[in-house]
């Protein structure tokens, strides 16, 4: 990482369908999406996470005066931004001046709008959805260094935001590891996965209506914005295949001390 400045999780079947009523404390901003405390999520042995600690979002580089300070009242001690060069902008300067903001890119240059929209342009959704599982199954393979220092940096039990661009992707596979280390089971990560949907609604709309405007078919452009089970099932795949489970990938692969997550965050 760096500063920019500027045994399994338990072998419960996994619902597809997210809650009637989504179930995160989330936290409402003016240019921020789908700000979310992980805080009152249970573990399988009925701990909570503590409230106020750990929050993911969408970027928030562009937060506005009220939301600057609504953030800074979380005292946060380090956000961590998993978005590539590519995805950021001059622009982000007085964010980075007013929190201490780690990169930690995933995906370089993939997720670039001069990446995607060719891909876009010349695609199907069911490309377009093909091209997502294998991001998602990506994630445990190559990026270890990136997620790995995520959760050693987790694991100092400080206030932490992290994010991406929308929020949902990368920060959701980082929020499965991060669950998953805490001992949250899987039905409540994967609603916590999908919640995406209902928070980044607005945001999904106006970025369909821009790709429109540039000879992209939303449709096309629909599993890209949209985050679904089979997407973070592939990640869970993955990781059990290649690695026996999430314990083994957790603890073998990443070095992640279990027990300090659980003592940071965790609630008696």
Not at 22 to 40: E, I, K, S, Y
Request: aromatic share 8%; hydrophobic share 45%.
């Amino acid at each position: 990482m760096r500063e920019t400045g500027a045994g399994e999780t338990g072998q419960e079947e996994v619902s597809a369908t997210p809650p009637a009523t989504p179930q995160g404390a989330a936290l409402a901003l003016d240019n921020v999406v789908n700000l979310r405390d992980l805080g009152g999520l249970a573990t399988r042995d009925g701990r909570r996470v503590r409230a106020g600690k750990l929050f993911r979002s969408g970027n928030p580089a562009f937060a506005s005066v009220a939301d600057l300070a609504r953030l800074r009242a979380l005292r946060l001690d380090m956000v961590i931004d998993f978005r590539s060069s590519g995805e950021k902008s001059p622009r982000e300067r007085a964010f980075g001046e007013a929190f201490r903001w780690i990169a930690t890119p995933v995906l370089e240059g993939s997720m670039s709008m001069a990446e995607l929209m060719p891909r876009m342009r010349g695609g199907s959704p069911a490309q377009m959805e093909a091209f997502m599982l294998e991001v998602y199954g990506d994630f445990p393979r190559k990026y270890q260094a990136a997620f790995g220092g995520f959760l050693k940096a987790a694991e100092a039990g400080g206030n932490l935001l992290y994010h991406c661009t929308a929020g949902k992707d990368r920060t959701g596979f980082a929020t499965l590891l991060l669950l998953a280390g805490l001992g949250v089971g899987e039905h409540a990560i994967m609603a916590n996965y999908l919640e995406s949907n209902h928070w980044n609604r607005d945001f999904n709309a106006q970025m369909s209506a821009r790709a429109a405007e540039g000879g992209v078919d939303p449709e096309v452009m629909r599993p890209l914005l949209e985050v679904k089970a089979a997407y973070l099932e592939a990640s869970l795949h993955a990781i059990g295949r290649d690695h026996g489970g999430m314990e083994a990938y957790l603890g073998g692969v990443l070095g992640v001390d279990v027990q300090r997550l659980r003592q940071a965050y965790l609630a008696a």
